[in-house]
């Protein structure tokens, strides 16, 4: 497991659609946790599950053969391990956010929207993505090098497959 990190507006959520591309097209099964402090609201107006909800339903779950979606009152901001053991069957797993949670992360940085590496003092972090030079003690990528920072994913989290009769073969390792 581990977050792309950085501020608004960095390319984190494009940063992990790359991602998932990538680790899919290698045969790994990609789960992901993105984490939004504002709240959010998964189900539209108007539509069943969101009209269960508002009558007073604790938890939703809409199902179809193909997804499965769940809304769920919670007592507390769980925690990235806690959301992970919901997805046991995941190779991987990648966060968006959690910039300040006790996980191996990976800051993404743009030179346009921020002057300084918010995660730069923060032990877990695994490496950079940048459009500038930093002076830290972590690779750092282009933000296309995807290849590259997949692997390095790989490498460091020690990501194996769990299908490996789905894998491409050139990717097994």
């Known amino acids: 497991m581990a977050a792309i990190a950085g501020f608004s507006n960095s390319g ?14 290698r045969g790994l099964r990609v789960g992901t946790i993105k984490h939004d402090v504002h709240g959010f609201e998964m189900d539209r107006k108007g539509k ?13 779950i809409i199902s179809s ?12 901001d769980h925690d990235p391990l806690e959301l992970a053991a919901l997805m046991p069957d995941m190779d991987l797993i ?9 996980i191996p992360k990976i800051e993404i940085f743009r030179s346009a929207v921020s ?21 830290v003690d972590v690779p750092c990528f282009g933000h296309e090098d995807i290849s590259g920072i997949a692997d390095f994913l790989i490498r460091k989290l020690s990501v194996v497959h769990a299908h490996p009769e789905k894998a491409p073969e050139r990717y097994l390792a």
């Open 48 to 60: 069943d599950t969101w009209r269960h909800k508002q009558a007073g339903a604790s938890t939703t």
């Open 12 to 25: 984190k959520t494009t940063l992990l659609e790359k991602l998932i591309r990538e680790m899919t097209r």
């Open 65 to 76: 053969p193909r997804q499965i979606g769940m809304v769920k009152d919670v007592d507390h």
């Open 94 to 102: 990648l966060l968006e956010g959690y910039k300040s949670a006790d």
């Open 115 to 135: 002057r300084k590496l918010f995660c730069m003092d923060d032990p877990k972090l695994m490496a950079v993505i940048t459009d500038s030079t930093h002076d």
